[in-house]
């Protein structure tokens, strides 16, 4: 006999009424981390209405994966990017097979080489802008750096740079935009708020961007030539609308996750000694004070360890699908239309599948034998399957960048008293804040030249 909805257990601490709302709000990292105790898949009552949530690595990957088509992306995830237009994030079915396959090419791992120029140069303006004992809000200088990163890969030529500008400008506003038409999308639409209107600003210098790259005609190697080219299965290729809504779609979901992960790395960092030392040791080897290049990235295999190990420890903390018909899910019957979710963080954090969760641990990534035993549904800090985040090689790349430009020069020291604690912000983990005191470091190999005290050094310039 097949079992019924009801036949799957309720997940522990509902009210009445509310259902688990008060939990989710309250700690929904800690609630989300326990419910794997209670069961493979578990209810749960969210006001008036039944959610479920995947909690073994076996049903994720059936519902991203193995059984993908009884799946549809999440009503949600969607809307924070529905009043920007049709764009891939919010796009299923063959609009969605369709807008993949135009965008794909610009994230190709020969395409990333191209952007490698402009995410140094981002990393590099931050590491500049500070001096020595300085506080840093590194929550707010990682995600402007990964607001620079994405506009700087969309814009590569000069007829782009008030457009690159513009959206320097804007990309946090777009953000704050996309998470209130997700909210309260009726609410939105009357609003007359100063970020929709600055909106209107980067739109028009979007557009003659646009313009300007199609009159243009050249190959500019970054994020908007790619799109100009790009030609559907028909050989249509996309309208101006569509590219203007596709940028602005990337920075929607272009910036939390890298700016998250580099909070994370800079926080770990500096409470694991021989993590850091181990790092600074690569990055004085091979880097030795200068910039790294596309060609230096893998040589740098413990900085890319502690990247893919930190977004192991720090990834987002809820995925989603829609069931498009009845399912059968880990042996229960799930009805059509409702929503499954799952939670990346615990999963990844889970001692089931990885020895020591709580332990930041780079080599755990050293070979494929160290991981052999975690099952593929326990590493999804990008989802898998149809809707997986096209940037997961552009936000590893972007972040080690970053790292190896930051830790090449600096190290972040926390600021005494400051309790730092994981907090989930739209679908990333963030800390609840980030101060930390900026140190100029000292190289381990003395030959090297320190950067920024070399008078020709590449750093040197604006470091004074
Ligand atoms: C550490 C950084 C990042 C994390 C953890 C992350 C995570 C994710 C996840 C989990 C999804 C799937 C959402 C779903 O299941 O519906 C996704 C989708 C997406 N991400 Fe990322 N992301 C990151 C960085 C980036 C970057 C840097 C970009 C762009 C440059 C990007 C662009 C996108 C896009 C366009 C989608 C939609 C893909 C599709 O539906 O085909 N992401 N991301």
């Not at 609630?31 to 995947?54: E, K, N």
């Not at 909690?55 to 519902?63: A, C, D, G, I, S």
């Not at 000292?442 to 950067?451: E, I, K, L, S």
Request: hydrophobic share 40%.
């Amino acid at each position: 006999m097949s079992a019924t909805p009801s036949s799957i257990p309720e997940a522990p601490g509902a009210w009445p009424v509310l259902g688990h709302l008060p939990a989710l709000i309250h700690d929904p990292l800690g609630f989300l981390s326990s419910a794997a105790d209670h069961g493979d898949l578990l209810q749960l009552r969210l006001g008036p209405r039944t959610f479920y949530l995947a909690t073994h690595p076996e049903l994720v990957r059936t519902m991203l994966v193995s059984n993908a088509t009884d799946f549809s992306r999440s009503k949600g995830a969607a809307g924070a990017s529905r009043f920007i237009g049709p764009i891939l994030v919010a796009v299923t079915g063959e609009a969605h097979r369709r807008q993949r396959r135009m965008m794909q090419p610009g994230f190709q791992r020969e395409q990333l080489k191209h952007y490698v120029v402009g995410m140094t140069a981002a990393a590099r303006e931050a590491a500049d802008s500070w001096r020595p004992g300085q506080v840093v809000d590194v929550q707010k200088t990682a995600s402007d750096l990964s607001l620079a990163v994405i506009t700087k890969a969309l814009f590569q030529s000069d007829l782009g740079a008030a457009a690159e500008a513009e959206l320097r400008g804007t990309g946090h506003d777009i953000l704050k935009v996309a998470r209130l038409s997700a909210i309260a999308p009726k609410l939105y639409a009357v609003l007359p708020t100063a970020a929709k209107r600055n909106m209107g600003r980067t739109s028009a210098a979007i557009r003659e961007a646009v313009t300007a790259y199609r009159a243009d005609g050249r190959d500019h190697d970054d994020l908007l030539s790619m799109m100009l080219r790009a030609e559907d299965a028909e050989g249509r290729t996309m309208t101006d609308q569509e590219v203007h809504d596709e940028i602005m779609g990337l920075a929607v979901a272009g910036i939390g996750g890298p700016a998250a992960l580099t909070c994370w790395i800079f926080h770990e960092l500096a409470h694991n000694t021989v993590v850091e030392q181990r790092l600074h040791a690569e990055l004085d080897t091979v880097l030795a004070g200068r910039l790294p290049t596309g060609a230096d990235l893998v040589l740098l295999p413990y900085t890319q360890r502690l990247v893919k190990e930190a977004l192991r420890k720090y990834p987002g903390w809820v995925g989603s699908r829609r069931t498009v018909r009845p399912v059968r899910l880990g042996g229960h019957e799930v009805p059509a239309d409702v929503e499954i979710m799952y939670s990346s963080y615990a999963l990844q954090r889970d001692a089931r599948w990885y020895r020591d969760p709580e332990r930041l641990d780079p080599d755990r990534w050293e070979s494929k034998e160290s991981t052999r035993d975690v099952p593929k549904g326990a590493w999804v800090p990008f989802a898998l399957g149809t809707y997986k985040c096209i940037g997961d090689n552009f936000a590893l790349m972007e972040t080690a960048v970053a790292v190896a430009v930051i830790a090449s020069r600096w190290r972040l020291r926390p600021v005494p008293g400051d309790v730092v604690r994981p907090v989930a912000k739209a679908t990333h983990v963030f800390p609840n804040r980030l101060r930390m005191t900026a140190e100029l470091r000292t190289f381990a190999t003395p030959r090297d030249p320190v950067p920024g005290t070399a008078p020709d050094s590449a750093t040197a310039a604006s470091c004074d």
